[in-house]
């Protein structure tokens, strides 16, 4: 039988010599969900010496998220807070196109990453 993540059944055991009944083994069954981040891209574009905020999500995982920039390409005058995914800031200039950067999640041992765009008009 399953319920609540729990998967129960008897086995028979027994010896040559001896039957000792059915013992029950309980398994617990773990989610394994795995780590994404849910925000697409493009973020919503900015406007020059307005403050802008924007937080991104992440789903799955084992504990909490850290975020983390890594690769540059963020407009000049936002920052990513590591712990709340929250890009925020007062963008310093407009930009050509849209300004690219890469940010990675990790919770636990996992990490993944992904590739986002604002547009600072």
């Known amino acids: 039988t399953v319920d609540d993540g729990r998967m129960s059944c008897e086995v028979p055991a027994?010896?040559?010599d001896r039957d000792f009944g059915a013992l029950q083994f309980i398994l617990f069954v773990a989610s394994s969900s795995s780590l994404s981040i849910a925000t697409t891209s493009p973020l919503?574009?900015?406007q020059v010496r307005v403050p802008y905020s924007v937080t991104l999500a992440a789903s799955g995982g084992s504990s909490s998220y850290?975020?983390?920039?890594?690769?540059s390409?963020?407009?000049r005058g936002l920052?990513?807070?590591?712990?709340?995914g929250t890009i925020s800031g007062k963008p310093k200039r407009p930009a050509?196109?849209?300004?690219?950067?890469?940010v990675q999640v990790s919770s636990g041992s996992d990490k993944?990453?992904?590739?986002?765009?604002?547009s600072v008009t």
């Open 14 to 16: 027994q010896r040559l």
């Open 44 to 46: 919503a574009g900015a």
């Open 66 to 71: 850290k975020w983390k920039l890594i690769s």
């Open 73 to 75: 390409g963020l407009p």
């Open 79 to 84: 920052k990513l807070n590591k712990k709340t």
């Open 96 to 102: 050509i196109g849209a300004d690219s950067f890469q």
């Open 112 to 118: 993944t990453a992904a590739t986002f765009s604002i």
